[in-house]
């Protein structure tokens, strides 16, 4: 019997903060495409993207990231 070794610890959850996607599956190609991220809204709670085909322009999704400084400036 092999001495079982002891679990190793868990990535550091840091580097896994945020993702940025390079190819989405798009449903008017029928295949995964690289994808373009476009700013869609600048919200209090932080900015909105939409992620768009590369090859025909269908938006394949939309991601909200944590960072509100941006709508800081506009506030008076």
């Given at each position: 019997?092999?001495?079982?070794?002891?679990?190793?610890?868990?990535?550091?959850?840091?580097?896994?903060?945020?993702?940025?996607?390079?190819?989405?599956?798009c449903?008017?190609?029928?295949?995964?495409?690289?994808?373009?991220?476009?700013?869609?809204?600048?919200?209090?709670?932080?900015?909105?993207?939409?992620?768009?085909?590369s090859?025909?322009?269908?938006?394949?999704?939309?991601k909200?990231?944590?960072?509100?400084?941006?709508?800081?400036?506009?506030?008076?």
């Amino acid at each position: 019997m092999k001495p079982r070794r002891p679990a190793s610890a868990p990535p550091d959850q840091s580097s896994y903060d945020e993702f940025e996607a390079s190819e989405l599956f798009c449903e008017r190609c029928r295949r995964a495409r690289p994808v373009r991220k476009h700013l869609l809204l600048i919200l209090p709670t932080g900015k909105k993207y939409d992620y768009v085909c590369s090859v025909c322009g269908h938006s394949v999704g939309s991601k909200t990231d944590d960072d509100a400084s941006a709508f800081s400036i506009f506030q008076a």
